[in-house]
């Protein structure tokens, strides 16, 4: 059965029959995928949505859960934003094993051309990344919170989440 009560509002999901018509509607690059919007006043989301295309292969295994996964991370963390990277990370961690271990077989490559960002820049990060760098920054990322959660589990991590803004991330 259900975890908890029914999302209120509830998630307005559109999929769009091309990537034309996706960012004809949506303002969005014809080449995204899909994108999720919330918005939030007073620690409280008070509307969502998922926007995907529909000619997209994988929309449904891996598109629809990063988005999911995007709009419950951001309700969790109404309260207190997420630093990009951790945002950004747990989004991709939520796509099909084969996805994200993609992303963690990178991490030699760009480590042997000097291109991975360093933890402390990753995490100091407050923007979305530049086309430049964002493989860095997306490889980073899913690295880091994989290697987090491996270390003391994926409750401790939350935890860290919540208590690093304080504290700060280096310590």
Known sequence: GPVGPPWAPKCEVRLHPS????????????????????????????????????DVPDVVDTILPHEVTYLIVQELFADQPLPRWAEVAMTVMSEPPSQVSRYLRAVPKLVQEKRLLPVSKLMNSTEFPDEATATSFFVGSVSLVDYLVRLKGAKAFAVFLREAPRRGYEK
């Open 19 to 54: 990537g034309g018509d996706y960012s004809q509607s949506t303002g969005q690059g014809m080449t995204s995928p899909g994108h999720s919007t919330v918005e939030i006043r007073g620690g409280k989301v008070t509307a969502r949505r998922i926007d995907l295309r529909g």
